[in-house]
């Protein structure tokens, strides 16, 4: 009886190490979602003349790596399709292809790659990011808000909104001012499903 006390401590000591070790690995870790571009959108606003024009982009894919437990471990990638644009103007739509703006032929794809994740507390992140577009790579900050996560139809989504204003002068895309903007707010809306495969 002397020597099973003991041991039945050590057991327990040991059984509760592998808890916490267990119960570590799992708060830290980074789950993967993959962005949903059929409940999503990419739209934007940009100032001619006096009133502010909308547009969107219908195709483009992502993902976001997100640890909620330590957000500066998260990470989000993200392509825009340009040849997708839409104003709701045909001669428009072709006329953002051309060397004016977009020059699409020669760069068909604007991509995100975000640098830093900064909790700004409660759902809210600052997200500071290399935004790829005309050949150019400059930084810019969306803020962001992660919307919770529910499971339907046998996968877990995430939902994500962000706003972001850019001025696009610094990607060399100058024409029209000052009747067009220089300044383009982006907003985004994001449904992300959950992958099976995930970091941590």
Do not use: C
């Not at 900050?141 to 992660?146: E, G, H, S």
């Amino acid at each position: 009886m002397g020597t099973l006390f003991p041991m039945k401590s050590r057991l327990l000591s040991l059984l509760l190490l592998v808890t916490i070790t267990a119960t570590s690995a799992t708060m830290a870790e980074v789950a993967v979602y993959k962005i949903d571009p059929v409940h999503s959108g990419i739209s934007f606003k940009i100032r001619h003349f006096i009133n502010k024009v909308p547009g969107i982009f219908e195709v483009f894919d992502g993902e976001i790596h997100f640890d909620k437990e330590n957000p500066a471990n998260s990470k989000a990638f993200a392509s825009i399709k340009v040849a997708s644009v839409d104003t709701r103007n045909e001669d428009r739509d072709a006329h953002l292809q051309n060397e004016d703006f977009f020059a699409s032929s020669r760069f068909p794809s604007i991509k995100f790659t975000s640098t830093e994740w900064e909790a700004m507390g409660g759902n809210k992140y600052r997200v500071t990011g290399d935004l790829q577009m005309l050949g150019k790579v400059k930084p810019i900050t969306l803020d962001v808000t992660f919307l919770g996560e529910v499971e339907g139809r046998g996968q877990l989504r995430s939902g994500w909104e962000g706003t972001a204003t850019i001025d696009r002068t610094e990607w060399g895309m100058g024409y029209g001012t000052p009747a067009v903007g220089k300044n383009v707010d982006i907003e985004l809306n994001i449904q992300a499903h959950r992958q099976t495969g995930k970091e941590g």
